[in-house]
């Protein structure tokens, strides 16, 4: 008689569910909701590289920093971008978040309007 392993996905350590991140689990990102973000913002990362931009919008920083740290951190590498480029915008990411502009405050908006 021949044995065979369990096919119960829910018991394995490193089922696909967990693999993908589709559990339901408040505690973990929604990784295929940055995935989409980031397709979504292709223009900009094109123009980072291709163009010299030196702009990537938050939501797409926030996009990048999402995938490459609490989902999948080679996903960048799968999406054909070399690991020097990840690199590149997740520093540039990780800059931004530093140097966030201050929050607008009632003397600026008054100097703006004159």
Known sequence: MTE???LHPETSPSSLKARLRLEDDDEL???WDSLI??????????SFFIQGETYLGHA???????????CWPNM???LGFTTE???ML????DHEI?????PETMDTVKVLQH
Not at 38 to 46: D, N, P, R, Y
């Open 85 to 87: 480029e990840g690199d």
């Open 76 to 78: 960048l590498d799968t």
């Open 29 to 31: 990102p929604n990784c």
């Open 60 to 70: 797409c920083c926030e996009a990048i920093r999402t995938i490459g740290r609490k």
């Open 37 to 46: 973000h980031l397709q979504a913002c292709t223009g900009e990362v094109i």
């Open 4 to 6: 065979c392993r369990s």
């Open 98 to 102: 530093e140097v966030e502009p201050p």
């Open 90 to 93: 997740e520093g540039y990411c």
